[in-house]
């Protein structure tokens, strides 16, 4: 199955919040295999068939998606991570990529209840959903991705010689003694880059990964929702993936951006998630 359907301005898409917000609990579980430790909350009945992991983006934790697993307590158990090296997990003792986080990741899922398992993504999130679904598919039965991330972005001719010129002006600078390393992240680096600190050789290894071949082997059933002002990750990075995932289904949320699908437009999001939870739960 592949299709498209944009969100525009002749559909008006309506979502109260009716559930009672609970708040997850201050003090985290831990998983801990290898010396590595994955810190993760749970919200609802841990013997409900319907699991609902929440994989945050980068520079988060598990309270991103809060606001939306507050809505699903009462008919989903739902697990919320930190990734090694957000909130309250330890960073990896090696710089990871995301087929590490995947693993790591796999090897803690395959400890919870039996259950159909949906895993809900943002951005960084999501490029490790992809790596599961592909590597792990026994540990996850869906992806909901939002924002996806994983595959290199297609620039114009003139823009890819920029950022090729950007980078090694960067390179050089930084490899003249007098180079001031600091100064030059400030002015080159980009956001997430500036503020990676112990985390930016994850953060490198990660964002230079080419997931294409990685999507192409996964079969489970994949929703993609894009805002279409998002410039992080443009709409057009979840109409490739949409092509490359032989069951996705793309959607596109008019006048959101990378961040606002989790903010101010995320009854768009939920109304999404919902619509994709519920057609799971009527093939079964």
Same mark, same amino acid.
């Given at each position: 199955?592949?299709?498209?359907?944009?969100?525009?301005? +002749?559909?008006?898409?309506?979502?109260?919040?009716?559930?009672?917000?609970?708040?997850?609990?201050?003090?985290?579980? /831990?998983?801990?295999?290898?010396?590595?430790?994955?810190?993760?909350?749970?919200?609802?009945?841990?013997?409900?068939?319907?699991?609902? &992991?929440?994989?945050?983006?980068?520079? /988060?934790? @598990?309270?991103?998606? #809060?606001?939306?697993?507050?809505?699903?307590?009462?008919? $989903?158990?739902?697990?919320?991570?930190?990734? !090694?090296?957000?909130? &309250?997990?330890?960073? !990896?003792?090696?710089?990871?990529?995301?087929?590490?986080?995947? =693993?790591?990741? +796999?090897?803690?899922?395959?400890?919870?209840? %039996?259950?159909?398992?949906?895993?809900?993504? @943002?951005?960084?999130?999501?490029?490790?959903?992809?790596?599961? $679904? %592909?590597?792990? !598919?026994?540990?996850?039965?869906? #992806?909901?991705?939002?924002?996806?991330?994983?595959?290199?972005?297609?620039?114009?001719?003139?823009?890819?010689?920029? &950022?090729?010129?950007?980078?090694?002006?960067?390179?050089?600078?930084?490899?003249?003694?007098?180079?001031?390393?600091?100064?030059?992240?400030?002015?080159?680096?980009?956001?997430?880059?500036?503020?990676?600190?112990?985390?930016?050789?994850?953060?490198?290894? &990660?964002?230079?990964?080419?997931?294409?071949?990685?999507?192409?082997?996964?079969?489970?059933?994949?929703?993609?929702?894009?805002?279409? %002002?998002?410039?992080?990750?443009?709409?057009?990075?979840?109409?490739?993936?949409?092509?490359?995932? !032989? =069951? $996705?289904?793309?959607? /596109?949320?008019?006048?959101?951006? @990378?961040?606002?699908?989790?903010?101010?437009?995320? @009854? /768009?999001?939920?109304?999404?998630?919902?619509?994709?939870?519920?057609?799971?739960?009527?093939?079964?």
């Amino acid at each position: 199955m592949r299709s498209s359907v944009t969100a525009n301005g +002749a559909v008006t898409i309506v979502y109260r919040d009716c559930a009672k917000r609970v708040r997850m609990s201050n003090n985290s579980r /831990q998983f801990e295999r290898d010396g590595q430790t994955i810190a993760y909350w749970t919200l609802g009945d841990e013997t409900a068939d319907r699991q609902f &992991v929440w994989a945050h983006g980068w520079g /988060q934790d @598990h309270r991103a998606f #809060l606001p939306l697993a507050e809505t699903w307590q009462s008919s $989903a158990f739902n697990i919320a991570l930190d990734f !090694p090296g957000f909130g &309250v997990s330890p960073r !990896p003792t090696n710089d990871w990529g995301t087929a590490e986080y995947a =693993d790591a990741c +796999a090897s803690f899922l395959a400890t919870l209840p %039996a259950g159909r398992r949906l895993w809900i993504g @943002h951005s960084f999130g999501c490029r490790i959903g992809l790596q599961i $679904a %592909a590597r792990h !598919p026994e540990c996850i039965d869906a #992806l909901f991705l939002v924002a996806a991330a994983g595959l290199q972005r297609k620039r114009s001719p003139l823009a890819a010689l920029k &950022v090729k010129s950007k980078v090694a002006l960067y390179k050089s600078l930084r490899a003249l003694p007098m180079g001031d390393k600091d100064r030059l992240r400030e002015r080159f680096g980009s956001a997430d880059y500036r503020t990676a600190g112990e985390m930016r050789g994850i953060l490198t290894k &990660v964002v230079n990964e080419d997931l294409s071949e990685v999507a192409r082997q996964i079969r489970c059933p994949v929703r993609l929702v894009f805002g279409s %002002a998002d410039t992080e990750t443009p709409p057009e990075l979840g109409q490739r993936l949409a092509e490359l995932i !032989p =069951d $996705a289904q793309y959607i /596109q949320l008019d006048g959101l951006d @990378h961040y606002s699908v989790l903010g101010d437009g995320r @009854h /768009q999001t939920a109304f999404q998630l919902k619509q994709f939870a519920d057609a799971l739960e009527n093939e079964t």
